[in-house]
Nanobody, 124 residues
Framework: QVQLVESGGGLVQAGDSLRLSCAAS????????MGWFRQAPGKEREFVAAISGNGRLTNYADSVKGRFTISRDNAKNTVYLQMNSLKPEDTAVYYC?????????????????WGQGTQVTVSS
């Protein structure tokens, strides 16, 4: 297991940018696929983006493709989500999560470690 703490959320206007960070504690951080999920009030949690352990592979939900970029710095045990051109529909609590296998990178049920979440609110 790995412990995760998200930060960087806040209140912004449509069109603005935010960078979320997820700090991991524990060993073998670079062996984990890292993902970002989000959950809006009254809605189910949904996949946003994932990155492989070595950072070579990424995938994104269609709703954020071209606007969001996931990256990681294994020397700092940190994964990032750069969010540009934010829209009101991006408003949600954003969660960082870890899963051992790339083949399960979009499968929420396969992730075995989760952070507490950070709130992102985008006003019109």
């Amino acid at each position: 297991q790995v412990q995760l703490v998200e930060s960087g959320g806040g209140l912004v206007q449509a069109g603005d940018s935010l960078r979320l960070s997820c700090a991991a504690s524990g060993r073998t951080f670079d062996s984990y696929v890292m993902g970002w999920f989000r959950q809006a009030p009254g809605k189910e949690r949904e996949f946003v983006a994932a990155i492989s352990g070595n950072g070579r592979l990424t995938n994104y939900a269609d709703s954020v493709k071209g606007r969001f970029t996931i990256s990681r710095d294994n020397a700092k045990n940190t994964v990032y989500l750069q969010m540009n051109s934010l829209k009101p529909e991006d408003t949600a609590v954003y969660y960082c999560a870890a899963v051992p296998r790339w083949s399960r990178s979009t499968d929420e049920a396969s992730y075995n470690s989760w952070g507490q979440g950070t709130q992102v609110t985008v006003s019109s």
